[in-house]
């Protein structure tokens, strides 16, 4: 009987212990004061669903991808930059201590915290429109991620877009022949990449996007058969700027651009005639050009141009006059002034007085090299060529410095190098050849004289046939 009552009181204590230890394991896994509440997955913004909130994982966004690559394909020199991040960093969410103040909403719009710009309704993928029912994929779109490219649409007017303000990657235009109007980007601000409009057959204007602000990369206009005029009336800064071949093209209406960070090219559009609005562009980075616009006659536009921090280069202009409306410009890099059929001096050129790179000049019926009386020093070479009516140098009597080479050559009715009896320094080598009327005696004088400061570079004379002796 003891020892029954014992067993017993045995199990009891170990049925009492267990029931402890039980309870202590339930406290555990209770959520205790000041813990944050796991959120439901639901409440998770899917950043793979489409900006429409249609979540099929179809053949679409396949298709996307490819039109993006086949816009890399199809254009030429020009460097496509894919939005690059992955699939599991788009769907990253904020850490907890972040959630308060960076949350995404159940609607798909990206709230940012008190000092974000305010983005609207994001769509973090790159798009594709290739026809008509892609447009209704990204409608409620006011930022796209990547890159937004059209290309062979058969429509003639894209339409529904009018949300969209921003795109970050480039948004390329391309190859649409029927396309006539853009109307669904009048409200398109800024692009972050490059903007390429090419061999749009149909497209006449750009005026449509008539709120576009800033182009990051490449503005880069080309091959639009009937485009007659370029109208970017809000446009102020783009990172490079180029219009080529757009052969019906009379005018450019850019009224409000003010710099170009790199290239502002202006090239072979055949029936140009007026880049009038271009009075607020003050500053080009690498490169102005403006080349064989063979209708183009003045430069009136040019007037508060101050700065080209590379070339300007002014080429094969048939129908160009003169080069007074640059009075304003004080510096450049590197001067290119050739092929000008008309042009007969460099006047309008006053106010620079120093070249860091290359200065070429030459035209048919250069007579002066006016214009160019205040340089005193070029960093690279200069080359005097093909100035066909110049007979003296007089007008570089103030340059002291060269430090490359210096050529004269085929300016056929040069007559005298003594513009250049100041020169205190040549950094490169001497080459004087073509110029049938020059005396043999001006080139070997202009030696004698480089070496007596010094001068060691190498001489290479030819052709120069001219009558009559050197003092």
């Given at each position: 009987m003891k020892k029954s009552t014992l067993i017993i009181l045995v199990f009891a204590v170990f049925a009492l212990i267990s029931c402890g230890e039980k309870k202590e394991e339930e406290n555990i896994y209770e959520k205790k004061d000041g813990d944050t509440e796991t959120s439901d997955d639901s409440e998770k913004h899917d950043y793979q669903s489409r900006p429409d909130g249609n979540t099929e994982n179809d053949e679409e966004s396949t298709n996307d991808e490819e039109v993006s690559d086949d816009a890399s394909d199809d254009l030429t020199d020009i460097d496509n930059q894919p939005d690059d991040r992955s699939d599991e960093d788009e769907t990253q969410t904020p850490d907890e201590d972040e959630a308060d103040e960076d949350a995404d909403t159940d609607d798909g719009t990206v709230i940012g915290n008190d000092d974000d710009t305010d983005e609207g309704t994001v769509c973090p993928a790159s798009y594709g429109i290739t026809k008509e029912s892609d447009i209704a994929l990204i409608k409620d779109c006011n930022t796209i991620e990547g890159q937004l490219v059209i290309q062979n649409f058969p429509g003639t007017a894209i339409t529904g877009l009018e949300n969209l303000?921003?795109?970050k990657g480039d948004f390329n235009i391309l190859t649409s022949p029927d396309l006539v109007s853009l109307e669904g980007f009048k409200n398109l601000e800024t692009v972050g990449g490059g903007m390429y409009v090419l061999e749009n057959n149909s497209l006449s204007d750009l005026s449509d996007l008539e709120s576009l602000k800033r182009v990051e990369g490449w503005l880069h206009i080309k091959n639009n058969a009937d485009m007659t005029k370029i109208s970017l009336k809000a446009l102020q800064y783009t990172g490079k700027f180029m219009v080529v071949d757009n052969n019906e093209m009379t005018e450019l209406d850019l009224p409000e651009i003010a710099e170009s960070g790199n290239f502002f090219q202006i090239i072979t559009n055949d029936k140009l005639t007026s880049i009038a609005s271009l009075k607020k562009l003050k500053k080009v980075g690498e490169r102005l050009q403006i080349s064989g616009n063979y209708m183009l006659t003045s430069l009136d536009g040019l007037d508060n141009l101050e700065t080209v921090e590379g070339d300007l280069r002014l080429t094969t202009g048939k129908a160009l006059t003169d080069l007074k409306k640059l009075s304003n410009l004080t510096s450049v890099g590197g001067l290119e002034i050739t092929g000008n059929d008309l042009l007969t001096s460099l006047e309008g050129l006053e106010k620079i007085t120093d070249i860091?790179?290359?200065?070429?000049?030459?035209?048919?019926?250069?007579?002066?090299?006016?214009g160019l009386e205040n340089i005193t020093e070029i960093g690279g070479k200069l080359w005097i060529n093909g100035a066909k009516e110049i007979t003296t140098l007089t007008d570089m009597a103030n340059l002291d410095n060269i430090g490359g080479d210096l050529e004269i050559s085929f300016n056929l009715k040069l007559i005298s190098l003594v513009g250049l009896s100041g020169l205190l320094s040549l950094?490169?080598?001497?080459?004087?050849?073509?110029?049938?009327?020059?005396?043999?005696?001006?080139?070997?004088?202009?030696?004698?004289?480089?070496?007596?400061?010094?001068?060691?570079?190498?001489?290479?004379?030819?052709?120069?046939?001219?009558?009559?002796?050197c003092e």
């Open positions: 303000r921003t795109v860091p790179g290359n200065a070429l000049v030459g035209g048919e019926k250069l007579s002066s090299l006016k950094g490169g080598d001497l080459k004087i050849s073509g110029n049938t009327l020059l005396p043999q005696c001006e080139a070997d004088n202009l030696e004698t004289y480089l070496k007596t400061l010094g001068w060691d570079g190498t001489s290479t004379f030819s052709g120069n046939y001219g009558e009559g002796t």
